[in-house]
C-alpha cells in the first residue's frame, strides 16, 4: 500500500482517517471514538498516530496529512482561524500543525465565521466545498441537519452567509434528559405523527415551548403510541427550525448533506412546504471536500 | 410543643415539612433533600418519619397529615387522580395514603389536568388554592415559575384552564450542559441584556431557535461580558414563553407565585409589556394552600 496522503475528520467526539492513494482512491480507512474533546491537546499527535501507523510503512515521507472539523478549535491541536464570509468554504491557506514525529506533515482547514449576525462552522464548510466539487454548478442553499444544524447560502462558490440551529442538541437532551424522556418510548415511527407536528410548528412557531410539555401530559392522560412521541417532538423541532430558517429556503434550491435518516427527516419536512431537496451523504462530501483542499495545496 | 396537624410539601427533589398549631400557626419546620424522585416506594412512610417524629410526642394521635405534590402522582406513594379543570383548585376530596405507623393519618391533596389541550399539574394547584386563601377576590391570571412553569386561568375561585412551559428545565439544560455552557460565565446580572432579549423574542418568537447558538458564537468572535449571556438566554427563553403565554396575560390581572429571583425576572419581563404582576412567595402560598386541604378535610 503506496499512501500518498492522508485525510482526517476530526470532531468532537469522533476521529476518521483515510489512507488516500496518489489518484485519490481511498486504499483504506479507521476511526475511533477519539473525539477531539476526549483527548489533551499534547495527546493529539499520538492519538492521531496510533490509528495511522500502519498507512506511513511504504509511504514517501514525510505524509502530508490534511485534517478538518473542531481539531482547528482553540482548544484543538493548532487554532486554525476563522476565515469570514462572503468567501470560498476552503481558502488557501490551511494552518501547520505543530508535530514531533518527521514523518508526518499536517494541516488544518479553517472555518468558517460570520459576524453579524455571530456564528461559526468547523468541519462543514469543508462538506460544502466538497458539495461544490461535486455538483460545481450548483447554487442556492446548503443545509447540513447534525448537533448544531447549519443552513448555508452558496452563490458562485463562495458561501455568503449561513446560520446555526441548536435543533440536534435540544432533542437529544429532550429526548434522553428532560421529563419528556418517560413520555417518548421507542417504538414504530409515527409518520403522520411527524407530518402533523412539522407543520403546527410552522404554522404556529411561537408555540413550539407550549407544546413541549403537552407530549408528557398528553401521555399521562391519554397514553402515546410507541414511536408517536419520538416522532412528534422530533417534528416540533424541526418544523420551528423550518419556521426560523425560512428566509434561507423559501423558494430555493436546497440541498441536504447530512447522515440518512436525519436527512429522512429534513428531506420530508421540506417537501411538505414543496421544496424537493437533493440528498447527499456527510462522509462522502467531507472526503471530497478534504481532496479539494489538498489540491489547493498542490496548486 | 402541640402538634395538632402537619403540612407536607413533597416535590421530585425536596421533602419539607411544618409543624402546624391547633390556630394553623406554624410550631416548627423541616426539609430534606429526599425527594420523592429518590425515594423507593415502600420508604416513603419512613421518610416522612424521619423528618417529624419528634413532632409526635406530645400530640394527640393519630397525627392528621397533608400533603401536596408529586408524592401524589402514579410513582408516588398512593396515586390521587387529577380533577379535571374547571375545577376548584383544591376539592373536597383527598386521597388517603397507606400507613403502617398508627400514630399518623396522611392526605393527598389531588393534581389537575386539562383535556384539552393536555395538561398536568400538581403541586401549583395547592400553590393557587393558597394564594385565592389569601386574595379571596382575585380573579385573573397567575404565573408560576420553575422548572415547568404554570399559567392559570382562575375565576370565580375556579382554575378555569391552564398551560404548561418547559422554560425551567430549558434553562438548566442549556446553561449547565449544551454547548453555551462554555459562554455562560458567572458574573454580574446584565438586565439590559436580559431586557434586550425578551424583547427581541417577543417580537419575533419564532426565531428562538436560531438565537440559541448565537450566544456561543457572539463569544466566540466578539466576546461576552459575565453575566450577558446568562441574562441573554434567560431573556430569550422568558420571551419565547410570554409569546406564546400572550393569550393568558394579554390585558389580564396577573399575579406571580415562585421563588423570589426568577419570579423578578417574569416581573421585569412583564412589566415590558405594560403588566404590573402581583408578586407571592411559592412557600406562602404552599403553606396556605396546605391548610386550605386541611380546612376543607375539617368541614
Redesign the interface.
Known amino acids: 500500500m503506496n499512501t500518498d496522503w492522508i485525510a482526517v475528520d476530526w470532531g468532537t467526539s469522533s476521529l476518521r482517517a483515510w489512507a488516500m492513494g496518489a489518484d485519490d482512491t481511498v486504499l483504506a480507512d479507521a476511526q475511533c471514538a477519539k473525539g477531539m474533546g476526549t483527548v489533551t491537546p499534547a495527546a493529539f499527535e499520538s492519538t492521531l498516530l496510533e490509528l495511522i501507523t500502519p498507512w506511513l510503512e511504504n509511504a514517501r515521507l514525510p505524509v502530508q496529512i490534511i485534517a478538518c472539523g473542531m481539531i482547528g478549535a482553540r482548544q484543538g491541536w493548532v487554532e486554525a482561524p476563522?476565515a469570514s464570509v462572503p468567501c470560498l468554504p476552503i481558502s488557501a491557506s490551511l494552518t501547520k500543525a505543530p508535530t514531533a514525529d518527521p514523518r508526518i506533515n499536517v494541516h488544518i482547514v479553517s472555518g468558517l465565521?460570520?459576524?453579524t449576525?455571530?456564528?461559526?462552522m468547523r468541519g462543514e464548510e469543508t462538506q460544502i466545498a466538497g458539495f461544490q466539487a461535486e455538483f460545481p454548478k450548483f447554487d442556492g442553499i446548503i443545509c447540513l441537519p447534525g448537533t448544531?444544524t447549519k443552513w448555508a447560502h452558496v452563490s458562485a462558490g463562495e458561501v455568503v452567509s449561513f446560520?446555526?440551529?441548536?435543533?440536534g442538541?435540544?432533542f437529544a437532551?429532550l429526548s434522553q434528559?428532560?421529563?419528556l424522556k418517560h413520555s417518548l418510548r421507542d417504538g414504530i415511527w409515527d409518520d403522520t405523527a411527524f407530518d402533523d407536528a412539522v407543520s403546527d410548528s410552522l404554522s404556529r412557531?411561537?408555540?413550539?415551548?407550549?407544546k413541549?410539555?403537552?407530549l408528557?401530559?398528553?401521555d399521562?392522560?391519554?397514553g402515546l403510541n410507541g414511536g408517536a412521541g419520538k416522532a412528534r417532538l422530533s417534528g416540533l423541532?424541526i418544523g420551528?427550525?423550518l419556521?426560523?430558517?425560512k428566509p434561507y429556503w423559501l423558494g430555493q434550491m436546497v440541498a441536504l448533506i447530512g447522515a440518512d435518516g436525519l436527512t429522512d427527516l429534513y428531506a420530508t419536512a421540506l417537501k411538505s412546504q414543496g421544496i424537493i431537496a437533493q440528498r447527499t451523504d456527510s462522509t462522502d462530501m467531507t472526503l471530497a471536500g478534504l481532496k479539494s483542499a489538498r489540491a489547493s495545496i498542490l496548486e
Open positions: 476563522y465565521s460570520q459576524n449576525p455571530a456564528d461559526v448544531h446560520q446555526s440551529f441548536m435543533t442538541e435540544l437532551f434528559h428532560s421529563v412557531p411561537e408555540r413550539i415551548c407550549a413541549l410539555f403537552s408528557r401530559a398528553e399521562l392522560l391519554h423541532l420551528a427550525e419556521a426560523a430558517a
